[in-house]
């Protein structure tokens, strides 16, 4: 996953594509796409202000509350950690296992770093033959925050 959302784009994405979901089981790809694929974009037409080259953008603790983002997400060994910048510096893990199909409460005060991953509604549907067993969402041990 870091691979292809990281280190294989040069600047940032336009839009992710169905090839993040290679080597998925066809009927989850199906299930998740409507059977449609198309690939992702990345950002290659960028006109920077200076006429420089546009460079990837950094978050840092120090750049972060500058960049008006909204939502961070960092990749975790055991998971993606998924942090409303409005109200926290550090959020629940996602566990790579959770059925991809799984709904989550989209409202940024529910992704406390107390709590669970605010699921709104499991899949309900069975896992692809071959598929690894969907778990429900689950949030690891609270980290420190690290950014002040």
């Not at 169905?18 to 066809?26: E, N, R, V």
């Not at 960092?74 to 059925?99: K, M, N, R, Y």
Request: aromatic residues 4%.
């Amino acid at each position: 996953m870091s691979r292809h959302l990281i280190d294989d784009v040069a600047v940032g994405w336009d839009e992710l594509g169905t090839d993040l979901l290679d080597g998925a089981p066809p009927s989850l790809v199906a299930a998740l796409t409507g059977g449609e694929q198309w690939p992702s974009r990345t950002l290659d037409r960028l006109i920077t202000p200076d006429g420089s080259p546009p460079r990837r953008m950094s978050v840092t603790d120090e750049t972060a509350d500058g960049q008006d983002m909204q939502w961070g997400y960092i990749l975790h060994t055991e998971g993606i950690e998924v942090i409303s910048l409005l109200h926290e510096d550090i959020g629940p893990v996602v566990d790579w296992a959770t059925d991809p199909r799984t709904a989550f409460n989209d409202h940024p005060a529910a992704w406390s770093s107390l709590d669970p991953a605010p699921v709104t509604r499991a899949s309900r549907s069975t896992p692809p033959p071959g598929a690894p067993a969907a778990s429900p969402a689950k949030a690891h041990a609270p980290r420190p925050a690290t950014r002040r």
